[in-house]
């Protein structure tokens, strides 16, 4: 069974600071790999996606993730934190195919400090 | 591009009432589109996936006939919420892959439905 563990509930940071969102999966073959975003009362956003190749992928709103096989993470980093980037963060696993099923993550809570 | 739109954003009716939430791909085509459940500050939880003209596939807990999927044509699926009940609401959220080709496509959200049954 596919699984997404998001160890951090909630997170701060100050604008400016950089930031980093831990993600960690199982999955039984090559995982397709995804980071959301989700602002109160919406949908969710794609923010980028890794399928295969390069494992740095990069994202819109300067967002990066590196895929790490061996320590099955898909970490989301940004260099530089602005205030509108508070929102729920969801990272996501799934396989092939558009008919493949999401599981996500529990999120993240970034709260941004001024 | 890429956008997928839901209709109502929010609704407020009472209790016994079938309530109808519409997700249409907008600027694509999609085969399968997905139905999804939040609840306040929690993950979203896959109820079925919508495949245009069959059945849809329910996931395991979810009352096929308490949620009722139509996937009509490749740009729309409906979820309809019949009989609601208090315990029926919640954030209900769907999207969608674009069709292109054989390559893996992401799912693109609705911005989400907020059903309270009073």
């Known amino acids: 069974a596919q699984s997404v563990t998001q160890p951090d509930i909630h997170i701060t940071v100050s604008e400016g600071a950089s930031l980093e969102l831990r993600c960690n999966y199982s999955?039984?073959?090559?995982?397709?790999l995804f980071w959301y975003v989700q602002s109160p009362g919406q949908g969710l956003q794609l923010l980028l996606k890794y399928f295969s190749g390069d494992t740095l992928v990069q994202g819109i709103k300067g967002f990066e993730a590196e895929f790490k096989r061996s320590q099955s993470s898909f970490n989301l980093r940004k260099p530089s934190v602005h205030w509108s980037d508070a929102a729920e963060y969801f990272c996501?696993?799934?396989?092939?195919?558009?008919?493949?099923?999401?599981?996500f993550g529990t999120g993240t809570r970034l709260q941004v400090t001024l | 591009g890429a956008v997928v739109s839901q209709h109502p954003s929010w609704v407020i009716c009472k209790s016994g009432t079938s309530v109808k939430i519409e997700c249409r791909s907008l600027?694509?085509?999609?085969?399968?589109m997905f139905w999804y459940r939040q609840f306040p500050k929690q993950s979203l939880m896959l109820m079925a996936t919508?495949?245009?003209?069959?059945?849809?596939?329910?996931e395991q807990g979810v009352e096929k006939d308490k949620f009722l999927i139509n996937h009509a044509s490749l740009t729309l699926s409906t979820l309809t919420v019949t009989s609601a009940h208090p315990e029926d609401s919640s954030f209900y959220i769907c999207?969608?892959?674009?069709?292109?080709?054989?390559?893996?496509?992401?799912?693109?959200f609705g911005d989400g439905t907020r059903l309270s049954i009073l």
């Open positions: 600027d694509f085509q999609a085969t399968t």
């Open positions: 919508s495949n245009e003209g069959s059945k849809a596939t329910y």
């Open positions: 999955y039984g073959a090559t995982p397709y």
């Open positions: 996501a696993v799934g396989g092939p195919g558009t008919a493949s099923k999401l599981t």
């Open positions: 999207s969608a892959s674009r069709v292109y080709g054989q390559g893996n496509q992401p799912q693109h």
